[in-house]
């Protein structure tokens, strides 16, 4: 896997943690195998008896939902700036102890 594709990868794993729950059963099921189990789409299409290319189809199809979600709502976006942010914050405290490990536990919760 190159690195963009696996920027890609992880992009899209980041919009299925925020929005996966938005997909229907089925393709929030087929992401999942996908994303966060790292399954191929031979190893998917073998487990649901369907083709690879139902897979394919279906993991296209759900990427493409995932992405038109985060244009409208901007909740991945909003949170990587946030965790940027907090993480300026973090360094701008490093000399109140207290403040910073506030900040930190922020960051963890995020």
Do not use: P
Request: charge should be neutral; proline fraction near 0%; aromatic fraction near 8%.
């Amino acid at each position: 896997m190159s690195k963009m594709q696996l920027e890609s990868f992880v992009q899209y794993g980041q919009l299925f943690e925020a929005y996966g729950k938005l997909l229907s059963a089925d393709r929030q099921s087929i992401l999942e195998s996908y994303f966060t189990f790292n399954m191929t789409l031979a190893e998917i299409a073998k487990e649901r008896n369907i083709s690879r290319q139902a897979v394919l189809d279906a993991v296209g199809k759900g990427c493409d939902k995932l992405k038109n979600f985060e244009e409208v709502l901007g909740v991945v976006a909003q949170k990587q700036k946030m965790v940027v942010e907090f993480q300026e914050l973090a360094k701008l405290a490093k000399d109140n102890r207290e403040i910073k490990e506030k900040v930190e536990q922020i960051l963890k919760d995020l």
